[in-house]
C-alpha cells in the first residue's frame, strides 16, 4: 500500500505544471477567455465590424479538432466575436499549412475594410493572413462566420512573418524569402499594393543593403517586421540578435526606383541604430509627440518622438542574453539614440520554465493609450503595461500571469543531456481593442486572455 501511495504522489509531481496555479495581477483583471481550441497563438487583431468586434488570430502549425466540425484540423485562423468581452464567442477555423511550430498555420492576420481601402469594393472586410511559410492570402470575411478566399498575393516561398497593411494606401509590407531571387536572407519585405485586394500588384522588394542579390560580405540579419505609420516606415531586424533599427521615408520608398541595388536601397533611409549584437529587433513600434512632463521647463525638446523597440526572448529558461525593450528617440530621425530601457526584473521567472522575457508590443494607435501606455508581451511573466509619459524612465503600471490550464504545453531544456520539461504561461503575442480591453494570447496552447485595467493604471488612460 505504501509504494502504491509513493507511486501516486510522483505521477502528481510529475504533471503538476511549474507555472501558476492562479493567475498573477496588479491593476488588470480577467474580463473573459476563450482556449482557442488549445492551438498555438501568435497574432491577435481585433476589428470592429458593423456593431460587431470581431477577433481574428493567427496560429502556429499543427493540428487540433474543431469543435464547430467535429474534424480535425491544421491550425490556421480562428476568428471569435468579441463583442462581449466577457464570453468570447468562437465563429470559424480557416485551417493553414501542415508544419510544426512556425514552418505551419498561419501565424500572421492583417484585417482591412473596403471602406478605408482606396479601390475595394465597399462594404466588404478582407482577412490578409500568411500561410505557413509558403504563402500570403487574401480572405473575404465580410461575414466572419463564412470566410471566402479571395486570391493568394505570392507562394512558392520559403519563410514568412510579421506582416503589416496599411488600410488607408492599401500598401502591404508581406515579411517573404527573399532567396528565390537571389536575396541573401531568409526574410526580406515585398512590397504590394493591395488597394483591391483582387489584384495585387508588386511595387518592389526590400531590405537592407547588403541583402540584395549578388553582394557580398556579411549580410545583415533578416527583418522581422515593419510598421508603416504617417509618411515613414520604420523596420525592425534581427529578432533577438544583431538588431538594426531603419526609419525609412515612405513616398521614397514606394516611388523609388525598384531594382535592388545597393544605391536604391539606400536611397529612401531616413536613419538607422544599429544595436549591440546582444539584442535584436522584432517589434518597432513608433510613439510620436510624447509631452515630456519633466521637462516642460525646457524651451526646447519638451516633446519627443520615441520609437518602442523590443528585442525578443527566445530560449527557454533563461539560456541567453537577458532581452530589453528599448525606448529609441527618433525626435531627429536621422541620429535614432538609445534613452532608456525596460525589463521586468527576474524574480523566479527564469526557473517557472519556458521563457522569460519580452517578445512584442502592441500595435494599436488608439488615443486610449497611444503614447501613455505600452503593453508587452513577456512570456511567463504575462503582459506588462509600461507606463512611457516619460520615455527616459519607463515604469510597469500593471500586469497579469494568467494560470497555467491542462492544455498548456511543457517546455523542455537540456540538463546532462535529458530533458527537463515545465508548464508555463507563455503570453505570445497581444493587442488593445478601441474599447481599451487588451488581448493576450499564448504560445503553449493556453489560449486567449481578455483584460481590462483597473485602479492607478486605468486612470493614466482616457477610459473612465
Known amino acids: 500500500m505504501r509504494w502504491r501511495l509513493l507511486a501516486a504522489v510522483l505521477v502528481v509531481v510529475a504533471v503538476a505544471p511549474a507555472g501558476a496555479q492562479s493567475p498573477e495581477s496588479r491593476d488588470m483583471r480577467l474580463v473573459g477567455e476563450h482556449d482557442l481550441q488549445a492551438r498555438s497563438a501568435y497574432q491577435p487583431l481585433i476589428v470592429k465590424q458593423g456593431d460587431r468586434f470581431i477577433a481574428y488570430i493567427g496560429h502556429h502549425g499543427g493540428s487540433r479538432p474543431n469543435a464547430l466540425t467535429g474534424a480535425t484540423e491544421l491550425n490556421g485562423t480562428s476568428i471569435l466575436d468579441v463583442t462581449d468581452p466577457g464570453a468570447p464567442r468562437y465563429l470559424h477555423h480557416i485551417p493553414g499549412a501542415a508544419g510544426e511550430a512556425e514552418a505551419g498555420g ?36 465580410t461575414d466572419p462566420a463564412r470566410p471566402v478566399m479571395v486570391i493568394t498575393v505570392v507562394s512558392g516561398l520559403g519563410e514568412t512573418h510579421k506582416n503589416w497593411w496599411d488600410c488607408a494606401s492599401g500598401v502591404a509590407y508581406l515579411v517573404s524569402d527573399g532567396r528565390p531571387q537571389g ?15 483582387a489584384r495585387p500588384r508588386l511595387i518592389r522588394d526590400f531590405g537592407l543593403a547588403g541583402q540584395e542579390p549578388g553582394s557580398t560580405g556579411d549580410a545583415p540579419e533578416g527583418v522581422h517586421g515593419p510598421i508603416a505609420y504617417r509618411d515613414r516606415v520604420y523596420f525592425a531586424y534581427g529578432t533577438g540578435a544583431k538588431g ?22 539606400a536611397s529612401p533611409e531616413i536613419g538607422r541604430l544599429v544595436m549591440n549584437p546582444d539584442w535584436g529587433g522584432h517589434t518597432s513600434f513608433p510613439v510620436l509627440g510624447i509631452p515630456v512632463a519633466g521637462h516642460a521647463g525646457s524651451t526646447q525638446g519638451k516633446t519627443r518622438d520615441v520609437v518602442v523597440l523590443v528585442s525578443e526572448s527566445l530560449k527557454n529558461e533563461c539560456e541567453e542574453v537577458r532581452q530589453l525593450t528599448f525606448m529609441v528617440d527618433v525626435t531627429q530621425p536621422a541620429r535614432p539614440q538609445v534613452i532608456s530601457t525596460f525589463e521586468v526584473p527576474e524574480a523566479d521567472f527564469c526557473t517557472r520554465g519556458g521563457r522569460f522575457g519580452p517578445h512584442s508590443s502592441n500595435e494599436s494607435f488608439t488615443p486610449i493609450y497611444y503614447g501613455k501606455l505600452v503593453f508587452l508581451a513577456y512570456f511567463n511573466a504575462g503582459v506588462r503595461a509600461v507606463d ?6 519607463p515604469r510597469e503600471a500593471a500586469f497579469y500571469i494568467p494560470a497555467v490550464t491542462p492544455n498548456t504545453a511543457r517546455r523542455c531544456v537540456k540538463v546532462d543531456g535529458a530533458d527537463r520539461c515545465k508548464t508555463a504561461i507563455q503570453t505570445n503575442n497581444l493587442e488593445v481593442d478601441d474599447r481599451g480591453y487588451v488581448y493576450i494570447v499564448d504560445r503553449a496552447d493556453t489560449g486567449l486572455h481578455i483584460l481590462e485595467l483597473t485602479g492607478a493604471a486605468r486612470a493614466i488612460t482616457t477610459l473612465p
Open 106 to 141: 498561419a501565424a500572421m492576420v492583417r484585417v482591412c475594410s473596403g471602406d478605408e481601402l482606396p479601390r475595394a469594393t465597399r462594404g466588404r472586410v478582407y482577412l490578409l493572413r500568411t500561410f505557413g511559410r509558403l504563402a500570403h492570402e487574401i480572405w473575404d470575411v
Open 183 to 197: 536575396w541573401r536572407t531568409n526574410r526580406m519585405t515585398k512590397i504590394y499594393d493591395l488597394g483591391d485586394p
Open 244 to 265: 538594426v533599427l531603419q526609419i525609412v521615408d515612405r513616398r521614397k520608398l514606394l516611388e523609388g526606383p525598384p531594382a535592388p541595388t545597393r544605391e536604391n536601397l
Open 388 to 393: 512611457i509619459r516619460d520615455p527616459f524612465h
